[in-house]
């Protein structure tokens, strides 16, 4: 249902405002957060695809509608993580959330990545994220309790391609 | 054990080949491990502390046999990750890794770390790897079967300050 999105892997300069505001939109991450999948872009920006983070952007209307961002894990075979995946608050509930994620897997896929690593957050607002990465045929490989805080774990999914 | 190494925290241009030494000294790392772990190096030599990695320096008559590198992990309450530790082939024996763990351990109580993460490889040549880590206080919080690679999995260790 995501028919009127048109993608695009290009970074430009104007996606550190667009994923700023994707990711503010949802009223979930903390401003650490943010600035940390910012400087994500910034990375890209200045250092092309040798940053190892890759991007798919969904456009409609001129708006970046939603986002992804993975690469691969140095020092594995084939290992790849997706780091973000983030849907503005306006544009959810289209489908567009599992087609970035189809894409980023087939992407993946054809970089030559075999296992896909996602990491949440184990509290209860996550649990919507979590059950998303369930329904698209990712398992729990690990939960590393207090990983981020008291009572706020880190989930790591796992797919195999 | 390691009363004749004097310790550095400042981090030098030399010790990009100082860390591509100790680590290639112990014939365990593969080329792109040591790459990494020399890039480490070169953030923080270019980014200061701002890069959020910390470095020690064991030296003795004037060359370095040893080093830790460490740093908060972002968007964390106060984990860390112990992302190297490594001597010199021929200074083993003495004690110097659990010195320069103790060090790293203290260095990062001071900074507000409550939480350190040490991953290491579930294959059979890093068992005195992961002995080391159950002698000095970590558990094992998590093994990720086949991260690495086909029988390579990443072992997590944790320890609580």
Redesign the interface.
């Given at each position: 249902m995501s028919g009127d999105f048109s993608f695009r892997t290009e970074v430009l300069p104007a996606d550190r405002e667009a994923v700023r505001a994707i990711l503010e939109s949802s009223g979930f991450f903390?401003p650490?957060?943010v600035d940390?999948a910012v400087e994500l872009v910034e990375e890209r920006l200045a250092r092309g695809l040798a940053s190892g983070y890759h991007f798919d952007f969904a456009e409609t209307g001129g708006q970046v509608a939603g986002y992804t961002c993975f690469g691969p894990?140095?020092?594995?075979?084939?290992?790849f993580d997706l780091y973000w995946i983030g849907v503005r608050q306006d544009r959810r509930g289209a489908g567009l959330g599992r087609s970035l994620l189809a894409r980023a897997e087939d992407r993946i896929r054809s970089l030559g990545g075999g296992?896909i690593?996602v990491e949440t957050s184990s509290r209860p607002q996550y649990e919507p994220t979590r059950g998303f990465y369930l329904s698209r045929g990712y398992r729990v490989?690990?939960?590393?309790d207090?990983?981020?805080?008291?009572a706020?774990g880190k989930v790591?999914f796992?797919k195999v391609l």
């Open positions: 903390y650490e957060e940390v894990i140095a020092c594995t075979k084939d290992s296992r690593y490989e690990a939960v590393l207090g990983f981020y805080g008291p706020d790591i796992l």
